[in-house]
């Protein structure tokens, strides 16, 4: 496409689509022409939710989730099982975990994993939060259910030396068989993650 022949507010619509993950020139350029069509309210709507998005969210003090109130509904809930945290790479997979409505313990988001090619280092995640928390805390579990993918082995393997470090008579164990290596959390059905959970080992 020559891009000086595209009207400028369309090019920047295609430009900031090209941005987002999963999201090639073709694909861009077939919303934001999409787009067109769509009444304005509906355009100002979709604008608007894109620009709260960030003013009207926080990260929970407690477990990083990405919540309205701090701390979230999930710390806030005292009838939940406070003994035990499940430790997981993004917000969204805390859905994937309330969905199968078997778990009822808290969470620890550590948004993101280790990865040295992108420069992702632990300082990098809420690991030492995670660690802070447990120390000297009441929980006696941490389910460490980083995606099974290489380096989601490798964020396990390391947050499980400093917990064990930090509290020796913690348990800490990872999800068990199932979800097959190198897939991710977010894609699991509710079945699947439930074996898992149910099948989770000490490490
Ligand atoms: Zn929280």
């Given at each position: 496409m020559a891009s000086m022949k595209v009207a400028k507010p369309l090019l920047n619509v295609i430009n900031s689509f090209q941005k987002l993950p999963g999201i090639g020139p073709k694909t861009a350029q077939r919303l934001a022409y999409y787009l067109l069509h769509v009444p304005q309210t509906e355009l100002d709507s979709f604008s608007s939710a894109v620009a709260r998005i960030k003013l009207d969210t926080k990260l929970c003090a407690i477990c990083r989730n990405i919540s309205?109130?701090?701390?979230?509904p999930i710390c806030a809930d005292t009838t939940r099982d406070q003994h035990t945290i499940t430790v997981i790479?993004?917000?969204?997979d805390i859905f994937v975990f309330e969905k199968t409505g078997k778990y009822f313990g808290l969470y620890h988001v550590l948004h993101g994993v280790i990865n040295p090619l992108e420069n992702i280092g632990p300082d990098e995640l809420y690991i030492d939060d995670l660690v802070r928390r447990i120390r000297g805390s009441t929980v006696e579990e941490v389910i460490i259910a980083t995606n099974p993918t290489m380096e989601g082995e490798a964020t396990s393997m390391y947050v499980t030396r400093l917990l064990r470090e930090a509290s020796p008579e913690l348990s800490v164990t990872r999800l068990g068989m199932?979800?097959?290596?190198?897939?991710?959390l977010e894609f699991a059905d509710e079945s699947t993650l439930i074996r898992a959970l149910e099948g989770r080992r000490a490490v």
């Open positions: 309205e109130t701090d701390p979230c790479e993004q917000p969204l199932g979800i097959p290596t190198g897939a991710y």
